[in-house]
């Protein structure tokens, strides 16, 4: 297995019932070999679920110069424009406690980040309504591990 050092929060910018094979197709078109996520947490039915994207042990394509000791999760829906539904946030945190405690990551923000915050980054990702609230949801995390 690889080492992991970071977990890195996304949105995708869809609606957030937007289907695994649908990311898959457009990061393929991308020149990805398949979905960059590791994590994909989306409503594809109106209960929010966490479906696998990329195994964790293979690099990740989802964060340029972040993806060789890091899992991507992202969460279906765009948080620049709309709130986080408080489902979508009760499984984020949830899945953050779970890969936290596989790889053995302390629940802290220097283990979990979101995509705007990394060196390098141009993007809104995972969007404001993400990002005001992300203290709240790794302090949410450190009390399930
Ligand atoms: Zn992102």
Redesign the pocket.
């Known amino acids: 297995m690889r080492t992991i050092t970071k977990i890195i929060v996304?949105?995708t910018a869809t609606r957030p019932n937007v289907e695994r094979e649908t990311i898959d197709k457009a990061h393929r078109l991308r020149g990805f070999t398949e979905i960059g996520y590791h994590w994909l947490l989306h409503c594809p039915d109106g209960v929010w679920i966490v479906t696998e994207g990329r195994k964790e042990s293979v690099i990740g394509a989802?964060?340029r110069g972040h993806n060789l000791r890091s899992i991507g999760i992202?969460v279906a829906g765009n948080y620049q424009e709309t709130e986080l539904p408080l489902e979508a946030r009760k499984l984020l945190v949830e899945q953050l406690a779970r890969i936290c405690k596989r790889h053995i990551l302390p629940a802290d923000r220097a283990s979990i980040r979101y995509?705007r915050e990394l060196s390098g980054a141009s993007?809104l990702?995972?969007g404001k309504h993400i990002i005001k609230q992300f203290e709240q949801i790794v302090n949410d995390v450190g009390a399930l591990l």
């Open positions: 996304h949105h989802h964060a992202a995509h993007t990702c995972p």
